[in-house]
């Protein structure tokens, strides 16, 4: 039978060609010349196709296309099974992972596992490819690893590398594997010859993982680590993560422990516990550990359990720190803890006016607290209890309609085993009140200036009074507190009668532009602040506080504040950030009409190494022609001379479409000298990426060059100083 652009459908697959034979005989249908056969989400295009509709079975010769879902397969004959979508192809190549696969012979699994004999892959787009990982037999699992054996490492025609096998993952997210791109490997002069971050890590389900590692210098000590996650929703999480190190010249052995852990008991308790434990001060140091880490000379070790329950909170803490250079210890065995939340007097429901309104505007909240205190210092431990309970008072309402209005009294009592003159059994009641009031002033103007098209101004003053009597009792003939300072129970409070107040403006326009219309709501905005102390025997006037803030778009941003003596209106300190940021536009990216016609023309296999270059055109650094940033800080205390002035700058370049600069500058305007200045030069070498950093800081100039596979960052060759490694802009 002859059709011309024949369609036909049986047992849900259609196909088409230019061609089509059907052999009734053989149960065979013949498709030629600009052939395609679609079944569900597989489409076949080929210059010449088989089809056995009884085995499902199609035989593709002529550049088999084969497309499902977003894989692609093509190659010289291509046989494929329709319901089992698994198919085998000679001298085929595919993507898979975002890579190129070519193969002598290329098998799709049922599974979507792809086994490749004598397999290259690479994720070059050119022909020949700039590196390529050659290996006899390879076979990739969907979303987890590929193991090839041998495999050997080319650039260009040169064999650079060559292993027995290797197992590599291509998982996106956490899995077990080696952590290969970590590995440092070196020599010392009074080391000798070291291997760091060498380890593996484990992640046998979705529940925990752990990492472990090692540090080896020939001629000094090892160390190992071990770390481990563990997490279940709603259930427990946590944490491990320990070290050991010994040093072969002196044998001797060190190490340090630290984990955390919480546990959900049931809907209202909770536990938790947390550890940090460490043979002396100077092992963090002595192990690479983070500079945090390193300069932390404090152990702190705690358990707690916790509840909430209608509204009421309790806690149980055992707490131990030690401080490793003075030797003291302090702990809390225990404290204990339960709060009331804020309530109000009264439930009130909808419609509630009157004394009802009132007293639901009316909340209170109370605590109570138990403490034993141990500090150790060398051979002296002193043990001090010690209870409490707490009550506040709250209320809020409006007066005249406009004036938001909150009183607040408080109160506590505490008991004490001793006090610092020896009485036993003392106790100290103490209370203080406040209220506070505040409104916001709204002024809203339609002046249609220009691109003005209406200004709101946000005026928000507010004060407080707060109030504490004088309590003579407690303090001794010198004006000492009699109590001691324990956790949670603090010193006893001074008379204190003191007035605050602020005052905040801000400033929001609407912009018009043609028919649309910008609005910043952070134009502008003006703060004070300061305080009336009428118990203080000198000045009564603490310190004008104030802020500026203008932000009339993401480009330009300026924050002032200062501080001024409100006796001589001083300086006390204050200081300016000014902030320029322009950045230019991203050319939209649009083939030609000549791409597009070429595109027409193009072969499978050039088509699938364009889709990977534009994919790598995607993942390319500096898209945009150029950015810059410039700020300029300024601060200075009560004394003019110990003002600094610093000019911050720094501008990205894409001098041509595979190279970028960065530049970075840290300038001291007033000493006029460059405090430091780096600078990053990024080659683009199309599947591969370079990038050389120089910095210069304290005088002295460091370097760092790296060149890498984009998407495969383990093969690459390093030298310099790692920490200058940065992102290209």
């Known amino acids: 039978a002859l059709a011309a652009a024949d369609t036909v459908e049986l047992e849900s697959v259609a196909y088409e060609a230019r061609r089509i034979d059907y052999y009734v005989a053989r149960n065979r249908i013949v498709l030629s010349d600009d052939s395609r056969v679609q079944y569900k989400n597989t489409v076949l295009d080929a210059d010449e196709v088989i089809y056995d509709p009884e085995e499902q079975l199609l035989t593709a010769t002529g550049s088999p296309d084969l497309r499902e879902s977003d894989s692609r397969l093509v190659g010289k004959v291509l046989v494929y099974d329709l319901d089992r979508k698994s198919g085998v192809v000679t001298s085929g190549v595919t993507t898979f992972e975002e890579g190129l696969y070519t193969g002598r012979e290329l098998l799709r699994e049922s599974d979507g596992a792809l086994v490749v004999g004598g397999g290259v892959y690479t994720t070059c787009s050119d022909y020949p ?149 460490r043979s002396d001060a100077a092992y963090a140091g002595d192990t690479y550990q983070t500079i945090e880490e390193s300069v932390n000379r404090s152990l702190h070790s705690q358990v707690w359990l916790r509840g909430r329950w209608s509204g009421i909170s309790a806690g149980v803490t055992l707490d131990r720190r030690e401080q490793l250079d003075r030797e003291t210890v302090d702990e809390l065995l225990p404290k204990v803890e339960v709060t009331a939340s804020q309530r109000p007097l009264l439930e009130a429901g909808d419609g509630a006016g009157g004394l009802e309104e009132i007293l639901s505007r009316i909340t209170y909240s109370w605590d109570l607290d138990a403490v034993n205190d141990r500090d150790r210092s060398e051979d002296e431990l002193d043990v001090r209890q010690a209870v409490g309970a707490g009550m506040s008072v709250r209320g809020s309402g409006k007066l005249l309609g406009w004036l938001n209005v909150s009183p607040r009294f408080s109160a506590r009592q505490n008991w004490y085993d001793r006090d610092r003159e020896g009485r036993e059994l003392p106790d100290r009641f103490t209370y203080s009140g406040s209220v506070s009031a505040g409104t916001t002033i709204y002024g809203t103007f339609f002046p249609d200036l220009g691109p003005l098209h209406a200004l709101r101004h946000i005026i928000e003053p507010s004060t407080s ?143 699938l190494r364009s889709e990977l270059a534009r994919m790598g055109d995607m993942g390319r650094p500096g898209r945009r022609p150029w950015s810059g940033a410039l700020t300029f800080r300024y601060s200075r205390g009560a004394n003019p001379d110990n003002s600094t002035y610093w000019l911050d700058g720094s501008v990205a370049l894409s001098l041509t479409r595979n190279w970028r600069v960065n530049y970075k500058l840290h300038y001291d305007v007033k000493e006029q000298e460059v405090a430091s200045q780096e600078y990053t030069i990024y080659r683009d070498l199309h599947c591969w990426e370079a990038q050389f950093s120089r910095r210069y800081y304290d005088g002295e100039w460091q370097y760092y060059f790296r060149v890498n596979v984009k998407s495969l960052p383990e093969i690459q060759a390093e030298s310099g100083a790692k920490h200058l490694r940065r992102g290209v802009r």
């Open 129 to 277: 490819p700039h590196y390529r990982l050659e290996s006899h037999q390879m076979k990739v699992y969907l979303n987890d690893k590929v193991i090839a054996r041998p495999l050997i490492l080319y650039i260009g025609e040169i064999p650079v590398f060559a292993l027995p096998f290797y197992v590599f993952p291509i998982r996106r997210e956490r899995h077990s594997g080696f952590l290969i791109p970590q590995v440092e490997l070196g020599i010392t002069e009074n080391k000798g010859r070291f291997i760091r971050n060498f380890g593996y890590y484990w992640a046998p389900s979705d529940y925990f993982d752990v990492t472990l590692w090692g540090d080896y210098y020939e001629q000094t000590k090892w160390i190992g680590h071990m770390e481990g996650r563990y997490k279940k929703r709603y259930v427990l999480s946590g944490s491990v993560s320990t070290s050991f190190m010994e040093e072969l010249l002196n044998n001797r052995r060190r190490w340090d422990l630290r984990f955390r852990h919480r546990q959900e008991i049931d809907r209202n308790w909770t536990a938790g516990a947390s550890g940090d434990f």
């Open 465 to 607: 009074f707060s109030w504490t009597p004088e309590f003579p009792q407690y303090f001794d003939d010198s004006g000492s507190d009699l109590f001691y300072s324990l956790s949670g129970f603090g010193g006893t409070p001074r008379k204190r009668k003191a007035v605050s107040m602020s005052l905040a403006n801000k400033l929001q326009v609407k912009w018009r532009s043609g028919e649309e219309i910008r609005r910043i709501d952070n134009l502008a905005r003006l703060s004070a602040s300061t305080a009336y102390d009428f118990e203080s025997e000198g000045h009564r006037w603490s310190d004008l506080s104030t802020a500026l803030e203008v932000r009339p778009g993401r480009a330009v941003s300026l924050r002032w504040n200062a501080r001024h003596d409100t006796e001589e209106w001083s300086i006390q300190n204050t200081s300016m950030t000014a902030s320029l940021s322009l950045t230019g536009d991203e050319p939209p990216v649009q083939d030609s009409w000549e791409d597009r016609i070429a595109g027409e023309t193009r072969s499978p296999v050039d088509e």
